[in-house]
């Protein structure tokens, strides 16, 4: 579904905002399923602000909601300073979205794109041109301008999905999950252009599925779950809410594997992969003792890697018990609920 909000004054932006986004409560049902189950953002302009959760844990629904695109059931919201509820007209002038999926048309050009969205946002004939040659000279589709957007790339697409928000000038702009099936040369494309548009001073309020990504990009970082904040915070206070990390040793041989396992009773066991993983905080000292209690146990590992806590540990710890597959290569950790805020 093309989700590009129309924009009803031209070229937003309007008064500084105190927060770029404050919500309160939000909620969201679909049936007889809570999709958001009273949802609470602080999001100060310009920032970045990255929502994550597992497939269907409703980031969507709530850019949605944010966007106006569809109403939340209860709790209030306001976009850069408008009355979500109130004043929707003020917050569509003020944002930009992309949507999860293409809002390209495949059929016209991409520069015929490009001045649809300018048409729609009733920039003048003259400024149209001048905003479609510089994005599209931004955003390196230039050259392939005059080409049917359906002969581009899945790069190329999500470049131009992105600079047909910018057309309006949106001083918030939502981005559901920009760089899903880019490859890492488009993604860090994609990433250098999210913060040079910070440093414009748009605030980008991006959903992923991309632990790194939110690493990278996210002054705040917050995980969806079961409909509510399981927690939030920056990635540095996220990865503290999880135990450290853990020393892995993997075996060859099916023999050797059980033996260390029997000598190893406090490791938790990955049978299928025949590995062992032991917790620890990586530090010099401590790897010394473990090595040390190794080659007294007599056990010799094939492969023995450090793993220090990353957003992805946040991830499956927070988020564990849903309808997650098993994450075999990560820690048994228990469900935690925790909040950095
Ligand atoms: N229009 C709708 N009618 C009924 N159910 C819906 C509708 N839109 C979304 N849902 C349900 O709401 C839940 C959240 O969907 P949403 O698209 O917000 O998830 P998401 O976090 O964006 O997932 P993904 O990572 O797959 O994009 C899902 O269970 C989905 O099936
Ligand atoms: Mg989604």
Known sequence: MPSTVMPTSSRGGGRPAPAAVHAVGLRKSYGDKTVLDGIDLHIPAGTVFALLGPNGAGKTTAVKILSTLITADGGRAQVAGHDLAAAPDGVRAAIGVTGQFSAVDGLITGEENMRLMADLHHLPAREGRRVTAE??????????????????????????????????????????????????????????????????????????????????????????????????????????????????????????????????????????????????????????????????????????TVHTPDLDDVFFALTAGTDQPNQPNRPNRPNQKGTAR
């Not at 230039?142 to 928000?165: E, F, H, N, W």
């Not at 910070?198 to 690493?215: H, K, N, P, R, S």
């Not at 590995?275 to 905080?281: K, T, V």
């Open 135 to 304: 994005l599209l000279e931004r955003f390196d589709l230039a050259d392939v301008a005059d080409r049917p957007a359906q002969s581009y790339s899945g790069g190329m697409k999500r470049r131009l999905d992105i600079a047909m928000t910018l057309v309006g000038d949106p001083r918030i702009i939502f981005l559901d999950e920009p760089t899903t099936g880019l490859d890492p040369r488009s993604r860090h494309t994609m990433w250098q252009i999210i913060r040079e548009l910070v440093t414009g001073g748009v605030t980008v309020f991006l959903t992923t599925q991309y632990l790194e990504e939110a690493d990278e990009l996210a002054d705040r970082i917050a995980v969806l779950h079961d409909g509510r904040i399981a927690a939030e915070g920056t990635a540095g206070e996220l990865k503290r809410l999880i135990p450290g990390g853990h020393v892995r040793l993997r075996f060859f041989d099916p023999a050797a594997y059980r033996s260390a396992a029997a000598a190893l009773r406090g490791a938790t066991r990955d049978d299928e992969e025949l590995a062992l993983q032991i917790p620890s905080d990586g530090s010099q000292r401590e790897l010394r003792s473990l090595l040390d209690w190794l080659d007294s146990a007599g056990v010799e590992a094939d492969e023995l």
